[in-house]
C-alpha cells in the first residue's frame, strides 16, 4: 500500500489508456490480442510514469514535509534512497523494453525520460512546468504510436498527443497550488488552456470526418462523447473557480486526470472499426476510480 501511494497507482491507468491509443491511431485495423509489441509498450509507459511519481516525490521531499507530512517519503516508510534506486531500476527496464520493440520507440522513450526528468528535477517551480508535464503526456501517446509508421509530421498521432498533451498543461496549471487555496486567475487560465487542448481534438475528429478517413457514425459518436466529457470537466473547473478551496480543486484536478481515459477512448472510437477496443480502453477507468477511493491521486 505504501509504494502504491507512493506511485499514486490509479493514476497509471491513464497512462496506460494513453498507449492503446496511440497504438490503434497507427494501426486502427489490428487485433491486439496478436499484438506482443503493444503489450510490450504498455509495460514501457508504466515503468517511465511510475519512475516519474517516485522522482516528483523525492524531489518534493521538503514541500511533502510541510504540505503531506503522511506522504511515503516524508513520512519515513520508504527512505529517499530506496526510492531513488526503484525510479532508477524502473526507467532502465522502460528504456530497455522499448528497445526491444524497435528504434524509434527507444528514441521515444528517451524523450519521454528526458521530459520526466526535467518535469520533476528542474522545471517543476518554473513557469515552464505545465508545458514540461504536457509534454510528458504528448510523449506518452506517441510511445504508444512508435510501433508503426509516421508518414510526415502532423500526422494524426501528433495532432492527437499535441490535444491531449496541451489538456494536460492545462491541469497542471490547475493543479499547482491544490494544497492551499488557488489563485482564481491561475484557475481561469488553465480552464483556457484545457479548452484549447478539448478544442483541438474536436477539431482533428470533424476534420477527419470530413474527409471521410473514418466511419461517419462513429465521428458522430465520439464528437458526443467528447462533449458530454467536456460538460463534466467546465463543470468542476467553474466549481473550483467559484470556491477555489483545495477540496474543490482537487476534486477538479482528480475528474480531468479520470478523463483521460475517456478522452482516449473516445479518440479509440473514432479511430477504429471494433468498438471492443473503445469500451476496453474506457474499462481503464474502473479499476482507476475503484484504487482511488483508497489511494489518493493528487
Known amino acids: 500500500m505504501t509504494w502504491a501511494q507512493l506511485v499514486r497507482l490509479p493514476t497509471v491507468f491513464t497512462a496506460m489508456a494513453d498507449i492503446f491509443l496511440g497504438y490503434l491511431l497507427t494501426k486502427p485495423q489490428v487485433d491486439l490480442h496478436t499484438e506482443w509489441m503493444f503489450f510490450v509498450l504498455l509495460a514501457v509507459s508504466v515503468c517511465h510514469y511510475w519512475t516519474g511519481m517516485i522522482m516528483n516525490d523525492v524531489f518534493d521531499q521538503d514541500v511533502d514535509g510541510r504540505?503531506?507530512?503522511?506522504?511515503?517519503?516524508?513520512?519515513?516508510?520508504?527512505?529517499?534512497?530506496?526510492?531513488?534506486?526503484?525510479?532508477?531500476?524502473?526507467?532502465a527496464a522502460g528504456l530497455g523494453l522499448a528497445g526491444i520493440v524497435g528504434e524509434k520507440a527507444m528514441l521515444t522513450a528517451a524523450?519521454?525520460?528526458?521530459?520526466?526528468?526535467?518535469?520533476?528535477?528542474v522545471l517543476k517551480s518554473t513557469p515552464l512546468a505545465p508545458i514540461a508535464m504536457g509534454s510528458c503526456r504528448f510523449f506518452n501517446v506517441m510511445l504508444g504510436a512508435s510501433s508503426g509508421s509516421m508518414e510526415h509530421l502532423w500526422c494524426p498521432q501528433v495532432q492527437v498527443a499535441l490535444g491531449l498533451g496541451v489538456f494536460v498543461c492545462g491541469l497542471t496549471i490547475y493543479a499547482r497550488q491544490e494544497a492551499n487555496e488557488s489563485s482564481r486567475p491561475q484557475l481561469t487560465l488553465a480552464t483556457a488552456v484545457v479548452a484549447a487542448g478539448l478544442t483541438i481534438l474536436a477539431w482533428f475528429i470533424i476534420d477527419k470526418q470530413q474527409a471521410q478517413l473514418a466511419v461517419p457514425e462513429n465521428g458522430n459518436?465520439?464528437?458526443?462523447?467528447?462533449?458530454?466529457?467536456?460538460?463534466?470537466?467546465?463543470?468542476?473547473?467553474?466549481?473550483?473557480i467559484s470556491d477555489p478551496s483545495p477540496e474543490r480543486v482537487q476534486l477538479a484536478v482528480k475528474v480531468m486526470l479520470l478523463s483521460l481515459v475517456t478522452l482516449d477512448a473516445t479518440i479509440v472510437l473514432f479511430v477504429t472499426s471494433n468498438r471492443t477496443y473503445a469500451i476496453l480502453t474506457a474499462a481503464l477507468i474502473i479499476p482507476a476510480r475503484l484504487l482511488a477511493r483508497r489511494i489518493p491521486m493528487t
Open 111 to 121: 524523450c519521454l525520460t528526458l521530459a520526466i526528468w526535467l518535469y520533476d528535477g
Open 67 to 91: 504540505e503531506r507530512p503522511g506522504r511515503p517519503i516524508p513520512s519515513g516508510r520508504i527512505p529517499a534512497t530506496k526510492a531513488i534506486r526503484t525510479a532508477v531500476i524502473l526507467n
Open 221 to 240: 459518436s465520439a464528437l458526443i462523447l467528447l462533449a458530454v466529457i467536456s460538460l463534466t470537466i467546465f463543470r468542476r473547473l467553474l466549481a473550483g
